[in-house]
């Protein structure tokens, strides 16, 4: 779809030409987001797990914090441990794996400048999704 996107000009007007690339454009960004989804998991995952069913108790319970404290699998010692392994030097090499993975995956296209695109815009929503982890997981130390 990406090869779609970026070479059928639609000339800005209504039509079936519009009317596709959007549909390339929508398809694009749900493979985007699984895509993401998956490799972020890699050099992540342990903390998503935490924090997932770290949130998920919240909601249960959002008046009784301490409550969920108390669980020897969200427990303040078992965060602390967990945020310790993620340190910045940690972090920095979960991006610079994931970094040579996307290149890896999307790197080798017929053109050159389509990959460069495809490489920077899978970059930078792997971008978010950890700065989406930071947040949640900043959120979470406040509560």
Same mark, same amino acid.
């Given at each position: 779809?990406?090869?779609?996107?970026?070479?059928?000009?639609?000339?800005?007007?209504?039509?079936?030409?519009?009317?596709?690339?959007?549909?390339?454009?929508?398809?694009?960004?749900?493979?985007?987001?699984?895509?993401?989804?998956?490799?972020?998991?890699?050099?992540?995952?342990?903390?998503?797990?935490?924090?997932?069913?770290?949130?998920?108790?919240?909601?249960?319970?959002?008046?009784?914090?301490?409550?969920?404290?108390?669980?020897?699998?969200?427990?303040?010692?078992?965060?602390?441990?967990?945020?310790?392994?993620?340190? #910045? !030097? %940690?972090?920095? &090499?979960?991006? $610079?794996?994931?970094?040579? =993975?996307? +290149?890896?995956?999307?790197?080798?296209?017929?053109?050159?400048?389509?990959?460069?695109?495809?490489?920077?815009?899978? #970059? !930078? %929503?792997?971008? &978010?999704?950890? $700065?989406?982890?930071?947040? =949640?997981? +900043?959120?979470?130390?406040?509560?």
């Amino acid at each position: 779809m990406n090869h779609y996107i970026e070479e059928v000009d639609d000339g800005g007007k209504e039509g079936v030409l519009a009317e596709w690339r959007g549909k390339a454009m929508m398809e694009r960004a749900e493979a985007l987001e699984a895509y993401v989804g998956r490799v972020i998991t890699r050099p992540l995952g342990k903390l998503l797990d935490f924090l997932d069913s770290t949130e998920s108790l919240l909601a249960l319970h959002p008046t009784n914090p301490t409550a969920i404290a108390s669980r020897p699998s969200s427990s303040r010692k078992t965060a602390r441990n967990l945020f310790a392994q993620y340190d #910045g !030097k %940690e972090l920095r &090499r979960g991006v $610079e794996t994931l970094r040579k =993975r996307i +290149e890896k995956h999307f790197g080798d296209a017929d053109e050159e400048a389509i990959s460069r695109g495809l490489v920077a815009l899978v #970059g !930078k %929503e792997c971008e &978010r999704a950890y $700065e989406r982890t930071v947040e =949640r997981m +900043e959120r979470l130390v406040r509560e």
